[in-house]
């Protein structure tokens, strides 16, 4: 207390260190937190999984994420950042609140708000003075109206805060990257007070634009930006079967398209669709809220519905393949939902694993970094195993099905590979190879949108 | 090279001065007399700016020709550019008639080995298709070759887009037939693909179907925004920062018109039927494109009902700013809803009024200035984003209408200084500014 006090009369009234209170350490919460302490701020996260705080606490990470590791430690013995479960170390004190809980999705594709309203609860009495929340979770449209209305019932009168939306986009994989050089940083503030905060946090060590807006617009971003991003990957896979039809490359395709600056060749890779934690549920939410207000968003149900059909594709494709499938062999190669993470959520191998287990199928998976947290959904048994390596996987193996774009996995040693399989088949939903590379090193090599044209003997592309 | 462009229309004529402009000796062929004794004589029948100088200095320097005899131009050249319409047929498939018109003639006038590109934007298998034509048709069996090349210029900056393309796509059966088309974009230096020609094909289709998807979308999410009380154009900003998104073609608005995003999409939605995949996405694009002129209209409706007695001047007619081109505007399909509901209109654009005279219900009136299209009225509708719209003299605008009611169709105007000059504002998904 004493520390704000003396800050707040530095001269010149720019705050450089604010102390913040970051409820949840998930991803997006224990990155905020590292990252925020790294740039100098005094930073209290609070985990109501006593799990979680004891291991950060110590120093050993939660998640896999490049570059986690150093700040998390350095910051420990910095003494800028500390983990707790008591939500009155966060609270009390502290300059901004930023709630970073979990927003997962309900049954019926509504975002579940109970961690949400849960924090809210638990801020309202330990309200010290004025007091800036700030949800950076991906929550629907008008949310923070819902926290306001929450806290104010439950403070008491006389208590100042404000509720504000600062989105956040750090992808998993990038997310310490992501978060210290953004894109831009959207600012949504419907007082001044709760604006000329936030601006100031963001003043020191970022260089991108920021997008100051209402709370709600600045809510509607976030998801937006989610559903278009999903669209464009839906659209290049509706694509992608079309050119299996015609016998043509979608790769090629997407690269001639993607050249254009006003559509551009990020996220134009067709394959198994889009997986985790933010896209499938952001879409959904932004739907449901869509209904809920009678605006048809026939388009956006389409390209859900598009991402859900990938994965009966490839179920189909290594039918196809493998003919009869009980007591064959099946290497799977990842589960995460893309490269670089361990996060399963929304991932294609949930829809795919359990699938091709029950169509009585040996399953042997391998994934560099998640394989222990579908081993926790799915525990090994008699016909599914989880492998150390690629190589482990395609010993003996009737086939690979390859489910996530891992780096590793292009740079694979194909003939060893070959070698070790019982017939060289590989059913690959990223298309992670060329079709007339596979087709020299042996394989009989099935994509997503090159499908036919792969096995064909006369190349029909010509090579630049 | 000798070249030879069939088909004088934006693409062809705009072909041809560029290639002519890169120092090729070009001829430029049509079917219609009119057009070719126009540009004979020195004048244009499109309007592009920069065009008329283009060709008159190249046809000055004695490198672009006109013609009507298709037989001779095909036989003093090395490529045959096909640049001739592709419109749409009622049901929206592609219609191919003069496509394949041009096929047969070409293929009677060949007399040595002949490179045809096909230009225009046909459905993914036309290749095969002018192939077979033309060998059906040859008068002497020489050997030629069909090649797909996309374009993909913009009107209203054409010239621009055909000098520097954001890539050149060429769908070729070799290699070798690919460096004849290598060699004459050489000069422009600008990322290629050598593809097939299908894979060529579908390019042009995928990419103009995920431009209007991207619009749609966007103005899907405009629709939320008004119900959500967000506002869209702070909402594009903040995700068009995002590199994997961009902030081009996220203006909400009165959707998407023109000669080629509606036809392409519905041929690629045809095309994809025709080989058992439904395209529902693109679809669903369409459908929305097609309710933004009701939705802007019930806007209208809602803020000055009853009509039959309002006088509303339309500003922007053309399907976009910088073009004559009336194909597909939006300007048709509010403009004929208004007049059903009695209004009378009195409508300004810069260049389109000639055209627009021709689609528009007889009844609209053509004013030579936005003041005088404002002239007494009741409310004014913005349609097509016009830059010299963006500058008007607001205050004067004001003051000679009836009533300061605007409908902005391409939020081209930010509401708060709307406010300030004391008009009614609506525009698409922000908040409505009313009077006090
Ligand atoms: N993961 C991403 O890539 C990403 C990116 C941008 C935005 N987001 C958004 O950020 C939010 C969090 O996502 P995440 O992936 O970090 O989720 P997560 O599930 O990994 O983490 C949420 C954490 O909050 C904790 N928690 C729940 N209730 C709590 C309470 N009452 N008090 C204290 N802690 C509590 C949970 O124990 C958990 O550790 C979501 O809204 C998500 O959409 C995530
Ligand atoms: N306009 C654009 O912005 C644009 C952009 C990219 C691609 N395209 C595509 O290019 C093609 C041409 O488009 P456009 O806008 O230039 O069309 P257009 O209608 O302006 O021009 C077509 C011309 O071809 C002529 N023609 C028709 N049949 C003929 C025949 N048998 N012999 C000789 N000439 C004949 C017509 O008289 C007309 O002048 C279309 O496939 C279109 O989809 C157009």
């Not at chain 2, 080995?113 to 225009?120: A, D, F, G, R």
């Not at chain 2, 004067?396 to 504002?425: I, K, S």
Request: hydrophobic letters at 45%; aromatic letters at 6%.
């Amino acid at each position: 207390m004493r520390r704000t006090k003396m800050r707040r009369t530095d001269p010149g009234g720019i705050t450089s260190n604010q102390i913040l209170g970051i409820f949840g350490t998930g991803y997006a919460g224990l990155v905020t937190s590292v990252c925020f302490a790294e740039l100098g701020h005094t930073v209290t996260a609070i985990d109501k999984d006593h799990d979680v705080v004891a291991r950060l606490s110590d120093g050993t990470p939660t998640i896999h994420e490049p570059g986690l590791q150093e700040l998390l430690t350095g910051n420990l013995e910095s003494g800028r950042l500390r983990f707790t479960t008591k939500a009155e170390d966060a609270v009390v004190g502290s300059d901004i609140v930023f709630l970073c809980v979990g927003t997962p999705p309900r049954a019926d594709g509504r975002a579940d708000l109970c961690q949400v309203e849960e924090v809210a609860r638990t801020i309202a009495p330990l309200l010290d003075g004025y007091k800036l929340i700030v949800e950076k979770s991906t929550v629907p449209a008008r949310t923070a109206y819902w926290v306001d209305w929450t806290i104010r019932r439950l403070a008491g009168p006389n208590r100042e805060f404000d509720v504000a939306s600062n989105p956040e986009f750090l992808r998993e994989g990038t997310a310490v990257q992501d978060f210290l050089k953004p894109d831009r940083i959207v600012i949504g503030a419907d007082t001044e007070r709760a604006r000329s905060r936030l601006l100031d946090l963001y003043r020191k060590g970022f260089h991108c634009p920021i997008v100051a807006t209402s709370v709600t617009t600045a809510e509607l971003i976030k998801q937006t930006a989610n559903a278009f991003l999903a669209t464009k990957i839906s659209f290049i896979n509706m694509v992608s079967d079309l050119c299996e039809e015609l016998g043509v490359d979608v790769a090629t395709v997407a690269r001639g398209v993607g050249l254009d600056p006003r559509i551009g060749s990020h996220f134009l890779n067709a394959g198994l669709g889009f997986g985790g934690s933010c896209l499938p549920k952001d879409l959904n939410a932004l739907i449901t809220v869509a209904e809920d207000n009678g605006v048809d968003v026939a388009m956006l149900r389409e390209v859900e519905r598009i991402n859900t059909a990938r994965v009966e594709r490839l179920l189909a494709k290594v039918d196809r393949a493998l003919w009869v499938l009980p007591q064959k062999v099946i290497g799977v190669l990842g589960v995460a939902f893309k490269q670089d993470t361990d996060d399963i959520r929304g991932a294609p191998s949930l829809g795919i694993i359990p699938r091709l287990h029950s169509a009585g199928a040996i399953v042997r998976v391998y994934d560099p970094a998640a394989a222990q947290n579908i081993q926790k959904l799915y525990p090994p048994n008699d016909r599914l195993a989880y492998v150390a390596s690629a190589v482990e996987a395609a010993r003996g193996a009737d086939a690979l099905v390859i489910l996530t774009d891992w780096d590793e996995f292009r740079s694979l040693d194909l003939g060893g590979i070959r070698s070790l399989m019982r017939t060289p088949i590989i059913v690959d939903g990223r298309n992670l190879f060329e079709p007339a590379r596979m087709r020299a090193a042996g394989f009989e090599y099935h994509s997503l949108g090159r499908g036919e044209a792969t096995l064909r003997t006369v190349p029909r592309r010509v090579p630049v | 090279m000798n070249i030879c462009v069939v088909g004088t229309g934006y693409v062809g004529l705009v072909t041809g001065a560029v290639f002519a402009d890169l120092g090729n000796d070009v001829v430029c062929v049509d079917n219609v007399a009119e057009k070719i004794a126009t540009l004979q004589a020195g004048g244009m029948p499109i309007y592009e700016p920069g065009l008329e100088e283009m060709v008159a200095r190249n046809v000055a320097d004695g490198r672009l020709g006109f013609t009507t005899d298709l037989t001779d131009a095909v036989r003093r050249s090395v490529v045959v550019f096909i640049t001739v319409g592709t419109p749409a047929t009622d049901t929206g498939q592609t219609d191919l008639g003069a496509v394949e018109a041009v096929a047969r003639e070409i293929g009677r006038a060949m007399e040595r080995y002949t490179v045809v590109v096909n230009k225009s934007t046909v459905p993914v298998g036309t290749g095969d298709l002018v192939r077979e034509v033309i060998e059906r048709h040859q008068s002497r069996p020489v050997p030629f070759d069909v090649v797909s090349n996309p374009e993909f210029l913009r009107e209203g900056c054409a010239i621009e887009d055909t000098l520097r393309p954001d890539r050149i796509v060429i769908g070729a059966p070799t290699q070798q037939v690919a460096m004849t088309l290598l060699e004459l974009y050489a000069p422009l230096e600008r990322p290629m693909i050598i593809t097939d020609v299908p894979s060529a094909e579908m390019i042009k289709y995928a990419s103009n179907a995920f431009l209007a998807t991207k619009i749609s979308f966007v103005n899907v999410i405009a629709n939320i925004c008004e119900l959500a009380g967000a506002d869209i154009t702070q909402v594009v900003k903040g995700m068009g920062l995002d590199p994997r998104i961009g902030p081009a073609f996220l203006q909400a608005g009165l959707g998407y018109g023109g000669s080629c995003f509606p036809k392409d999409t519905d041929s690629l939605v045809h095309t994809a039927a025709a080989l058992g995949v439904d395209f529902v996405l693109l679809r669903a694009a369409v459908e929305t494109n097609a309710e933004r002129a009701g939705h802007f209209v019930r806007m209208i409706e809602k803020a000055l009902a009853p009509l039959d007695d309002k006088r509303i001047a339309v500003l922007g007619l053309a399907f976009k700013a910088n073009t004559d081109d009336m194909r597909e505007a939006k300007s048709i399909e509010v403009g004929r809803h208004l007049v059903e509901l009695g209004a009378q209109i009195r409508a300004y654009d810069p260049v389109a009024m000639d055209n627009a005279r021709r689609v528009l219900p007889a009844s609209v009136v053509y004013c030579d200035s936005p003041y005088a299209a404002a002239a007494d009225a009741d409310a004014v509708a913005l349609i097509t984003e016009w830059n010299e719209f963006k500058f008007l003299n607001l205050e004067r605008l004001r003051a000679v209408m009836r009533r300061p009611v605007v409908f902005d169709g391409r939020n081209l105007w930010e509401p708060e200084r709307m406010r300030r000059l004391g008009f009614e504002y609506h525009s698409i998904g922000r908040r409505p500014v009313l009077p006090a």
